[in-house]
């Protein structure tokens, strides 16, 4: 029995010291490729290759400081108790919690990448699932620093229409989900818990603060959890970027003024180009103005922002790691595109 014991315990020790293959084979050629570019190498015969490592330095560029801010917000919700972080959310999971999870989700200053990690911390500090998705829908392009792009390129009073409506997404898939939870056909967050009724949010945060001893071993520490803790992240943003500059690699950017103008048949194939290219949120915004002011589309461009957020497979992939649940990461796509649809056709009966 000891030596059967051993046996299982030195198997497993073995499992967890194999190598992340899509991990470290998504960074190795996303380096090869971003390092392509750098040292300006170029293909005249294999042009597809060209575009890639070029695709990559963009996106590599564009996205860095979001995934960076992603795992230092990890590592400080990691060492935040869950009831502050259910204090600021709010425990219940009707319309109260699901609106303080949106404005959070708009306010909070990152791109998907970068919030894919927050929102799936969210669910292990016990955030209710419709929580985490209106928080997802809501924060990926609405970052203060993209919002601040998106006004110059097609105006404040688009991009003030746009946020109101993702948010009106948000919070109608946040509020479908919770039902569906309550429904028993998704399953709940196992945990969740409730606030004990003494708890007083600033005079726990004061007393925490008093107690925390800051030094360089801390932070040393709280860096290397943030990393540890959102390696599961990182490996779909990888693989997600090179996929992208795969993509961007067979299907030029700029074919989407021509083709994608404002019928069904362009909002079909705006959800089939938002499918299948959304990675980043920096990279979705220029094109989605591009389909509101060249082909005259708004609801285009709205779909492309939003349909992007609610299909990428990065985000489902991770959904489903950190739910464990097939259904919770799938229904995200089934309960928002057919909101995203019809919002998107009615955008486009606006003369611009």
Known sequence: MTQSCHKEQHACHAENRRPDILLWGSAIALAVLYALHAWFVTFNEWMWLQTASVAVYELMNAIWWGIALGVLMVA??????????????????????????????????????????????????????GQVMAFLIASPWNSFSLTLILLGLIGFGWTLVFIVLSMFVAVITGLLFDVLVRRGTLPENPRQSDLPQDFHFWREARKGLSETHFSVVLVRDLLIDGVKDSRMVVRWILFGVLLAALLRASIPPETFGSYFGPTLAGLGLTLLAATLMEVCSEGSTPIAADLLTRAEAPGNGFAFLMAGVATDYTEIMVLKETTKSWAIALFLPLLTVPQVIIIAWLLNQVPI
Not at 96 to 120: E, F, K, P, Q, S
């Open 76 to 129: 400080l919700l990691s060492r935040i108790p869950r009831e502050f972080v259910m204090s600021i959310l709010g425990t219940n999971t009707g319309l109260r919690g699901i609106l303080r999870a949106t404005l959070a989700g708009v306010l909070l200053d990152l791109c998907n990448h970068g919030i894919l990690m927050v929102g799936a911390k969210l669910y292990e500090r016990g955030a209710s699932t």
